[in-house]
């Protein structure tokens, strides 16, 4: 049985502890918080743009640290789940490292490219795994599309465009703030550019027009350079103004025999507007594709920490929650603001 810790019980804390749950072979054993009332269990201040609001949680089984330094010494603690502001992920990630546990980080993984390369070095420096929390390829609408790419079985790859909007999010003073939680880039853009960075490989360059908010981009759209002239890949993420569209994302990915189209919407007072995903073949049809029941959000986050134990088990790194690759998405993100600010095509 893997023992975990979960550091920093906020809304990404509680969706995690959810999941903890429902997953067979790993134990939730430990929490570690400075919040007095989340340390007694009083979790009914969490709230976020999907998922259920937080509740009274039963924390009377789990060992409770009010700091990260009292948690590492525990020796139960195999794995170390930080769901911290982003602003944190190093320094937490080195101390769980040079303590001897495996380390789950959050998405964002870092602020800076330069963090991320740290932290990547530090796991091979303790002989231990380094995962880190992209959801986005293990929802089903995502996690389809990649298994339809590498079967083949609709030719080859052509490009696609990807999008990502949210209301502004005025529950996080910190959003704006490029030393802390680094902007809708850095925060929400990095899902995708994290897919595209999977399915595509790196870019050579990006071109993205924009609007900034202070020191970070509020808004972008980017057209993604690859060293393969036919692939045409673009996408669209940032902030709306206006509350009545809580969260939007959605893809259109182009195949040589096929396209495959995904859009929901949160709209005000929870109301959702989908197209389910659905494939466009070269004959004509329109066929909605079948896809697991239940919430897709949550079984997400299920499958994602099943992956993080079957990779501990088995002393295989992750294809799909690697530093390497999250650590290229925040390459793609500083590239793409820096494009904004230049008003020029940047080199990757």
């Known amino acids: 049985m893997l023992n975990v810790a979960i550091v920093g019980v906020g809304f990404m804390g509680w969706i995690h502890y959810l999941a903890y749950k429902k997953t067979k072979g ?54 170390v789940d930080l769901c911290l502001p982003p602003h944190m992920h190093l320094e937490a990630t080195l101390k769980s490292f040079a303590a001897g546990k495996h380390v789950f980080v959050e998405k964002p993984m870092a602020l800076t490219a330069a963090e991320c390369d740290k932290m990547v070095a530090a796991a091979k420096k303790a002989g ?13 609408e995502y996690a389809y599309a990649r298994k339809l790419i590498a079967s083949g079985k609709y030719g080859k790859l052509l490009g696609g465009h990807f999008k990502r909007v949210i209301s502004d999010p005025l529950w996080l003073p910190d959003f704006y703030n490029p030393k802390t939680v680094g902007g809708p880039l850095i925060d929400l853009h990095v899902h995708d550019a994290h897919f595209i960075r999977l399915l595509f490989g790196m870019p050579q360059s990006v071109s993205t027009v924009g609007r900034m908010r202070g020191e970070v981009a509020e808004y972008i759209s980017t057209q993604f350079t690859f060293a393969d002239p036919g692939l045409a890949v673009t996408a669209a993420s940032g902030v709306l103004n206006q509350q009545g569209r809580a969260f939007t994302h959605g893809f259109e990915i182009h195949l040589e025999k096929a396209t495959l189209y995904f859009d929901l919407a949160v709209l005000a007072g929870g109301v959702l507007q989908i197209t389910p995903l659905t494939l466009l073949d070269n004959k004509g049809n329109a066929t909605q594709v079948e896809l697991p029941a239940g919430d897709p959000m949550l079984m997400a986050f299920e499958v994602e ?19 390497d690759l999250a650590r290229d998405a925040i390459v793609l993100c500083h590239k793409q603001q820096q494009s904004v600010k230049s008003g020029k095509s940047v080199r990757v």
């Open 26 to 79: 790993v134990k939730l054993a430990a929490i570690c918080t400075r919040d007095e009332k989340k340390l007694a269990g009083d979790w009914t201040s969490i709230k976020g743009n999907f998922g259920p609001p937080g509740e009274m949680v039963d924390v009377s089984k789990l060992a409770r640290y009010r700091d990260l330094d009292s948690l590492l010494a525990d020796p139960k603690i195999d794995v």
């Open 128 to 140: 231990k795994m380094l995962f880190v929390g992209h959801v986005l390829p293990l929802l089903p």
């Open 305 to 323: 920490i099943k992956e993080v134990a079957k990779c501990i088990a088995s002393e295989t790194p992750s294809a799909i929650l690697s530093g």
